[in-house]
């Protein structure tokens, strides 16, 4: 089973389109994430929730916009992509916060042409 | 600013030859930290983690840390390296359960055959 997954592994679009991607963890965690992996490998955070509520927001632009429908779902819906939304995408959960090891999924590749 | 350095961007080594990855710090408290490991195409998996007690601390497929306060370093190591090491690594710090986890920039181990 897997235990933190993310759909789709690929997202390839265009400038001004919007796209979704989700992600979903069997784990019982309460803490979920979303990382940004630049081209440089560079990992920054974007989101954390915590059981449904929204606890870090990273001076992300607003056309990310996160939904946490319940603790164990964390959407990331992209408004009017650009060039420089290009990268991979990664969900991620733990227990709880800062202190608790992170689960990772296998990453979305986004390409915006 | 709380921060995470890893210095060496890339780091080639014979397979067989030991291994160090350095990684320094800057917080405020005492830190948890840890080393993860993403292969190609994958997302990040843990190989250990330290957050109190004994600061030589064991982690997944022969690796191990050791934390050290007055140099603000947890450098990873192993003995011995393996071809299906080669991958990037990356050291990261969380100080509570209501902080984030950062990261490192990472370090691309390349294995010599």
């Known amino acids: 089973d897997t235990a933190v997954s993310q759909t789709p592994k690929y997202l390839v679009t265009q400038m001004g389109n919007d796209k979704s991607i989700k992600c979903e963890q069997n784990l019982g965690h309460d803490t979920m994430y979303w990382y940004k992996q630049d081209s440089k490998k560079f990992l920054k955070i974007m989101f954390s929730?915590?059981?449904?509520?929204?606890?870090i927001n990273e001076t992300v632009p607003n056309r990310f916009s996160p939904k946490s429908p319940d603790k164990a779902h964390l959407n990331l819906h992209i408004n009017s992509l650009e060039l420089g939304d290009s990268a991979v995408y990664f969900c991620?959960?733990?227990?709880?916060?800062?202190?608790?090891?992170?689960?990772f999924g296998n990453g979305t590749r986004l390409t915006v042409t | 600013a709380q921060s995470v350095t890893q210095p060496d961007i890339h780091i080639t080594v014979s397979e067989g030859a030991s291994l160090e990855l350095r990684c320094n710090y800057s917080y405020g408290a005492t830190p948890y930290l840890f080393w993860y490991v993403q292969s190609p195409g994958q997302g990040l998996q843990l190989l250990l983690k330290?957050?109190?007690?004994?600061?030589l601390v064991q982690g997944i497929k022969g690796f191990e840390a050791e934390f050290k306060r007055s140099q603000s370093s947890f450098n990873l190591r192993k003995p011995s390296v393996h071809w299906s090491d080669a991958a990037e690594y990356f050291c990261a710090v969380g100080q509570n359960r209501d902080d984030k986890i950062i990261f490192g920039k990472g370090t691309r181990l390349h294995i010599l055959p």
């Open positions: 330290y957050f109190s007690g004994d600061t």
């Open positions: 929730y915590n059981n449904k509520e929204l606890i």
């Open positions: 991620a959960s733990s227990r709880q916060g800062g202190d608790s090891p992170l689960h």
